[in-house]
T-cell receptor, first 109, second 114 residues
């Protein structure tokens, strides 16, 4: 079956760095997405990786290793507003999105 | 975790026809369902929120007569794109939630209007 795993919850300190991991097993691969979702709001697109390596975008970076079925989202210089759920989703060979359950990130002062 | 399915997974239709997309919660009662539209590498745009047995609440700019939403049961919501045109081609994603619990997303439906 198809499966996406990510931690349920993580806690980090304001100003620090946090890495949210995502492992996947899917039927084919057409890219991996990271979204940020604040409570009661629609998910916001953060990144899209389809090739191996690190993509940096400001304070957020996303890494992909297709051979390992692994990605991570790295958040630097954490701010209180980064408290949210972070969703990992993989697009399979049929261009269907397989969603992780999301990681709730709690930022403490 | 809970499972949300969508049918069909992809559909190609001619301009002017109507297309119905189904969203089902398979192992929980979805008191609220959400319909999103996604453009390539973009955030999900919320189109409407529907509560079981009530009329859907549409976001600003979304035509309710064009995107008909029905949430007749606790496990099924449908989105009908009426008189579809090429600009309606997109990836439509639904999500479902039981009361105030977390949201679970469907795999999406790719609509192509010729």
């Amino acid at each position: 079956g198809q499966n996406i795993d990510q931690p349920t919850e993580m806690t980090a300190t304001e100003g620090a760095i946090v890495q949210i991991n995502c492992t996947y097993q899917t039927s084919g691969f057409n890219g991996l997405f990271w979204y940020q979702q604040h409570a009661g709001e629609a998910p916001t697109f953060l990144s899209y990786n389809v090739l191996d390596g690190l993509e940096e975008k400001g304070r957020f970076s996303s890494f992909l290793s297709r051979s390992k079925g692994y990605s991570y989202l790295l958040l630097k210089e954490l701010q209180m507003k980064d408290s949210a759920s972070y969703l990992c989703a993989v697009m399979d060979s049929n261009y269907q999105l397989i969603w992780g359950a999301g990681t709730k990130l709690i930022i403490k002062p | 975790g809970a499972v949300v399915s969508q049918h069909p997974s992809r559909v190609i239709c001619k301009s002017g026809t109507s297309v119905k997309i189904e969203c089902r919660s398979l192992d929980f009662q979805a008191t609220t369902m959400f319909w999103y539209r996604q453009f390539p590498k973009k955030s999900l745009m919320l189109m409407a929120t529907s509560n079981e047995g009530s009329k859907a609440t549409y976001e600003q700019g979304v035509e309710k007569d064009k995107f008909l939403i029905n949430h007749a049961s606790l496990t099924l919501s449908t989105l009908t794109v009426t008189s579809a045109h090429p600009e309606d081609s997109s990836f439509y994603i639904c999500s479902a939630r039981e009361r105030d619990n977390e949201q679970f997303f469907g795999p999406g439906t790719r609509l192509t209007v010729l």
